[in-house]
């Protein structure tokens, strides 16, 4: 079919941007393509944008963002393609929430997004010894993070066969990352923010070796806390100068991580932020002011690439952006077209 072969023709464009225009461009061919072949996509903007026509369209930062309750509620893919899996928020924010479904067609494009983000950020998977203090997420086999982690892990064990999840089990972790400290092995230790909280509170270390990534999430273990007090805390108990943090969700393909004291989040080239007025969302927020973040991520090909999300934000003139928390249902304007 002729969309495949567009489709193929397009991918490798994702991972060779290099400048504005290169990313520009081809995120308009990925507007005209799900203008054309995604049905939900379509049938969002034609309601929104009556008679739109997609050479109105001229700069990514114009292009239409898709609610991202669409995924709670309808399946999101292009046509001609099948879904081969899925993958589903965890739904633990509130009781009864409908979880989200994000249908994949390709799973080695998610995982060629991540790996190549991840090499760009902080180098060969296999040169790290990966712990996993996920227990919250193990048990669901359709977590984007454990896909991720599970890769990486994977990827690792080939030089490091201590690389794995360590669920609840905490004092084997701590043990573990003693036993690494000591022979100074490069390892990163990612988990969800209450289990990092159960660890630094029952086996403060100094950690000279080891890079500390939350995923955030508290699930209702432990009283919501802001991110800084939260960074705050397992600074001082693993002493080191700066907690990471991954920003993705599981109806995207793509990630940005944090690096440093300041929190702010650096997309990796084919992923991009816009902030969008909280109450008028077809207008764009200025830098330095907070709104709702929208997401272009070229690696989402398959389902869509341009994603109203529900978390609000700031954008720097440095192309860094901070996450500074959620709308309430209440806040949303405008972004609940066509979801039922």
Request: proline share 5%.
């Amino acid at each position: 079919m002729l969309i495949q072969k567009t489709v193929q023709s397009l991918v490798p464009r994702i991972f060779k941007i290099q400048s504005e225009q290169d990313f520009n461009g081809l995120a308009l061919a990925l507007f005209r393509l799900h203008l054309e072949h995604n049905p939900v996509y379509r049938r969002f903007v034609h309601y929104l944008k009556p008679g739109l026509q997609p050479d109105e369209i001229t700069h990514y930062s114009r292009i239409p963002f898709l609610p991202i309750d669409f995924f709670k509620t309808q399946k999101v893919l292009l046509d001609g393609f099948e879904a081969q899996d899925y993958f589903m928020s965890s739904g633990t924010t509130s009781q009864g929430a409908v979880q989200s479904r994000h249908y994949i067609a390709d799973k080695g494009l998610y995982e060629q997004c991540f790996l190549n983000a991840f090499r760009l950020f902080w180098g060969d998977p296999q040169n790290y010894v990966f712990l996993a203090l996920l227990p919250n997420y193990l048990e669901q086999p359709h977590s984007s993070l454990i896909a991720m982690m599970g890769k990486l892990i994977e990827l690792s064990r080939a030089q490091h066969p201590e690389s794995g999840f360590y669920l609840y089990d905490t004092k084997e972790l701590a043990g573990k990352l003693q036993a690494l400290e000591s022979q100074g092995t490069k390892t990163m230790l990612f988990g969800v923010s209450f289990a990092l909280l159960d660890l630094a509170e029952n086996f403060p270390m100094p950690l000279q070796h080891t890079l500390v990534l939350e995923t955030g999430g508290m699930k209702g273990r432990r009283k919501e806390m802001v991110k800084e007090e939260l960074h705050r805390i397992l600074r001082d108990a693993f002493k080191v100068p700066a907690i990471h943090s991954e920003y993705g969700m599981c109806e995207l393909f793509s990630q940005a991580y944090s690096t440093g004291k300041d929190g702010r989040f650096v997309c990796p080239p084919w992923m991009k932020i816009i902030i969008r007025n909280s109450q008028d969302p077809l207008s764009l927020e200025k830098e330095g002011r907070t709104g709702g973040i929208n997401v272009l991520d070229l690696g989402n090909i398959f389902s869509c690439p341009f994603i109203a999300t529900q978390d609000l934000g700031k954008y720097h003139a440095d192309g860094s952006f901070e996450v500074l928390g959620r709308f309430d249902n209440s806040d949303i304007r405008g972004c609940n077209l066509m979801v039922e």
